[in-house]
């Protein structure tokens, strides 16, 4: 059974950073796009960034670009978003989500909290 383990959220204030982490227990993202979403409250879940394969094409919503860097480890297991400049309106549950290529199957973790508050 795939498994995917998010870490790394937390309570930061505005301008400050966060690496959030996302664990796979049964592939590497060689095979996969990796994605990360958000959910604040009252809102409905949103793209963030994606990367496919594991170090190729990159994606980012217009509202990270720049500030949010989407990355896989060396042996490809781990999927990384690193958060600069983080703002309120970061605030939100983060999801990872792998897809795996040339199927439909995709798997999602379980989500971590995000909290920018001065």
């Known amino acids: 059974q795939v498994h995917l383990v998010e870490s790394g959220g937390g309570l930061v204030q505005p301008g400050g950073s966060l690496r959030l982490s996302c664990a796979a227990s049964e592939f590497t993202f060689n095979y996969y796009v990796g994605k990360w979403y958000r959910q604040a409250p009252g809102k409905e879940r949103e793209f963030v960034a994606g990367?496919?394969?594991?170090?190729?094409?990159?994606m980012y919503a217009d509202t990270v670009k720049g500030r949010f860097t989407i990355s896989t480890d060396n042996v490809r297991k781990t999927l990384y978003l690193q958060m600069n400049s983080l703002q309120v309106e970061d605030t939100a549950v983060y999801y990872c989500?792998?897809?795996?290529?040339?199927?439909?199957?995709?798997?999602w973790g379980q989500g971590t909290q995000v909290t920018v508050s001065s």
């Open positions: 990367v496919v394969r594991g170090g190729g094409r990159t």
């Open positions: 989500k792998a897809e795996a290529v040339g199927t439909n199957n995709e798997y």
